[in-house]
């Protein structure tokens, strides 16, 4: 089993940035494609970014040039840089774990409220 659990989160004004963690339990980032995705009330979770085990990133097209993934293996540790952010971008985020072979998110994180208003 592992854990993810995210912080960054919060209340950031149109044009600004907020930077999310998440860490995960134990080294997993050698097997697993990590990622964030987003959702907000009656809607339907979203990929927001992923970073493959090789270190490959993929972005959703709405946060392409604004978002950016990143890990840091020494920590066990996945960020997501979100800059220039925009009202649309309100949602609650979560981490997720995907192991490489795997169809389906293995593990996910308990989600942090990201707010874009003046």
Avoid: H
């Amino acid at each position: 089993q592992v854990q993810l659990v995210e912080s960054g989160g919060g209340l950031a004004q149109p044009g600004g940035s907020l930077r999310l963690s998440c860490a995960a339990s134990r080294s997993i980032f050698s097997l697993y494609t990590m990622g964030w995705y987003r959702q907000i009330p009656g809607k339907q979770r979203l990929l927001v970014a992923t970073v493959a085990a090789s270190g490959t990133t993929t972005y959703a097209d709405s946060v392409k040039g604004r978002f950016t993934i990143s890990r840091d293996n020494t920590k066990n540790t996945v960020f997501l840089q979100m800059n220039s952010l925009k009202p649309e971008d309100t949602a609650v985020y979560y981490c997720s774990a995907r192991r490489i072979g795997s169809l389906n998110i293995d593990f996910w994180g308990q989600g942090t409220q990201v707010t874009v208003s003046l």
